[in-house]
């Protein structure tokens, strides 16, 4: 089972932020679909992306009514549409991407941990930190509400996996830079 | 100018699009000068009412000083996304890794399958902290003089 109660999802922002974990957010149809078809089943057409890319939305993750496990990337604001920043006017931004490995060198994910608490554990990996920027100006739609692991370069495009709220709305301008560190903890 | 890597004193990296020189110019200006003098490299930031108060809160760090800008044609990570490789350099990771691998004449399926897979990951494993996290070519290096004019 991927979704709550089985899986849970945290981010921090910033080093300064690093114990806090926050309740709003959302594992998609895609990455349960990972592990029923790719995982458990070897699939040959489900299968991971050859780098995963993190973005940023505008949209919030909310409890049910912003996204939802069948959003999808759209430049409509409408629904459960999730819709990226930068998408009309870049001014800087482009998706940061995270390497498909553990612990290399690069961009990746960390050793992952084990949480053995009946309700809430799992396993656990974070990424790097990622730096988005910096921006040359205010990008078309601005505000930056959540990230999203997603693939692919192509804004507004792409699969979903996973998604989680930023402490705080960011509106970015000439010379900004935002950080993310995603984590995933799986149940 | 359509994508840029820019790799940051501290050895940390990002990839942005900008239209033009200009537009680059002015976004690496603006945050080189701020780190020049230890100000912030964060955005404006709001508080959310749609989250717990514990939830929100408005984080900072500092800016960086650009080292180096390499430009790209397109994204870097678009390297090996649509899982595509060369026939002749994947039977190559295959034979060199068989060979690198095998045991008594076993191989272990997932050390070949991984090392195949790993043909079309973006990024290298190891890269200094001042050399791209890339596998594709840049196909040049942007003129930084202009950040004299900050510093």
């Known amino acids: 089972m991927l979704n709550e109660p089985g899986m849970h999802l945290h981010h921090k922002e910033t080093p300064l932020e690093h114990n806090r974990e926050l309740n709003a957010v959302l594992a998609f149809q895609r990455m349960s679909q990972l592990v029923t078809d790719y995982v458990m089943g070897a699939s040959g057409s489900i299968t991971p992306p050859a780098s995963w890319t993190l973005a940023l939305s505008t949209t919030v993750v909310g409890t049910g009514s912003n996204m939802a496990r069948n959003s999808v990337w759209s430049a409509t604001v409408s629904g459960s549409n999730v819709n990226e920043i930068g998408s009309t006017t870049a001014n800087g931004y482009a998706r940061q991407t995270i390497a498909k490995s553990i612990n290399t060198g690069s961009i990746d994910w960390g050793t992952s941990t084990f949480d053995s608490t009946f309700s809430t554990g799992g396993q656990s990996t974070t990424a790097d930190q990622v730096t988005f920027g910096a921006f040359s100006g205010a990008p078309s739609p601005n505000g930056a509400n959540s990230w999203v692991l997603t693939d692919g370069s192509t804004l507004n495009a792409g699969q979903l996996y996973f998604a989680g709220d930023t402490a705080a709305t960011r509106t970015f301008a000439n010379g900004d830079t935002e950080k993310v560190t995603p984590t995933l903890k799986a149940g | ?151």
């Open chain 2, 1 to 151: 100018m359509p994508f840029v890597e820019i790799i940051y004193e501290t050895g940390n990296k990002s990839v942005a699009y900008y239209e033009t020189d200009e537009e680059m110019q002015s976004a690496l200006s603006e945050h080189h000068r701020r780190a020049i003098n230890g100000e912030p490299g964060t955005s404006q930031s709001a508080l959310r009412n749609d989250l717990n108060p514990g939830e929100t809160r408005i984080g900072s760090w500092v800016a960086e000083r650009i080292k180096d800008v390499l430009i790209y044609d397109q994204h870097p990570a678009d390297y090996g996304e649509d899982q595509l490789m060369d026939v002749a350099d994947v039977k190559k990771v295959f034979n060199d890794t068989i060979k690198e691998s095998e045991m008594q004449g076993v191989v272990h399926v997932q050390t070949v399958a991984a090392a195949i897979r790993d043909m079309s990951n973006s990024m290298v494993p190891e890269p200094k902290a001042h050399e791209s996290q890339f596998k594709m070519e840049e196909t040049a290096k942007a003129d930084l003089s202009f950040l004299k004019a900050v510093e």
